[in-house]
């Protein structure tokens, strides 16, 4: 009777210590005497001691900061870039049997990627393309991390830092930039006027008397302020027209 108690503990004890549990976000690769058994999915699941192993691996998708990486852009500027890679597993057995430590590798990977992107772009294409680049980036390590078991999901570059003597060269040539396109909008918009003045003499000179009149106008909006003192010479015209105007009224 002993016996058979002290064998139930036994059997019970190997139960405990064999049971596994597997969260809902996990699954687990299981290991027959060394050889690999199958997936272990979400709940309570028999491990034999001894016999068998397993090692859970975390499905969330996880975000891997990029550290600062230096490097130099197509046309020989040296910039600093860092980034933030999304990616989840999506086969748990590749990511534990085909790599030693995959949340290494993929950062270590993602790094050179970026370095050699980088290098391959110039600057004004790295700061005006950056979502374009990034996308790249994605491209080629989730490529390359498939056979790891990876799925990338997304690479998004945080920052890009220039040298001191960069920034100033670039703010000098916005500057140089922004007055150019002042200068291009005053000579259009003097060129406009230009031809409305051109447009307005073509209307005035082509009706009699037009011009005197618009002459006479400015004089009288001049004379309103009596604080201006205006000097008028009379035209040759006017004095021409007064006279023939003088000479009809003493011949009627």
């Known amino acids: 009777m002993d016996f058979f108690i002290y064998l139930v503990i036994v059997i019970i004890f190997l139960i405990l210590i064999s049971l596994k549990q597997i969260n809902q976000y996990e699954r687990g690769v299981k290991f027959t005497m060394g050889r690999y058994s199958g997936i272990m999915d979400p709940g309570w699941k028999i ?10 691996v975390d499905m969330r998708v996880k975000a891997v900061d990029v550290p600062d990486q ?3 852009t197509r046309d020989n500027v040296p910039v600093i870039v860092n980034a933030v890679i999304y990616y989840k597993v999506a086969n748990a057995e590749k990511a534990v049997i085909e790599v030693e430590n995959f949340y290494y590798a993929i950062s270590q990977y993602a790094q050179t990627t970026m370095r050699n992107i980088v290098g391959e772009v110039t600057l004004d294409e790295l700061l005006a393309q950056r979502d374009k680049i990034a996308e790249r980036i994605r491209e080629i390590v989730d490529k390359e991390t498939d056979e790891w078991g990876l799925k990338v999901n997304n690479v998004e570059l945080k920052d890009v830092s220039l ?9 000098k040539q916005a500057e140089a ?3 150019k396109r002042a200068v291009i909008i005053n000579s259009q918009g003097e060129l406009a006027a230009a031809e409305n003045i051109a447009k307005a003499a073509e209307i005035l000179a082509a009706s009699d008397g ?3 009149l618009r002459t006479l106008q400015s004089i009288n909006d001049m004379s309103s302020d009596q604080s201006n003192t205006v000097v008028f010479v009379t035209p040759v015209e006017i004095l021409k027209a007064f006279t023939s105007f003088k000479n009809k009224l003493t011949k009627e």
Do not use: D, G
């Open 210 to 212: 037009a011009l005197h």
């Open 70 to 72: 230096k490097a130099i």
């Open 47 to 56: 491990v034999v001691p001894v016999f068998q192993t397993y090692k859970k």
């Open 177 to 179: 930039e922004r007055e």
């Open 163 to 171: 040298p001191e003597s960069m920034e100033r060269t670039i703010a």
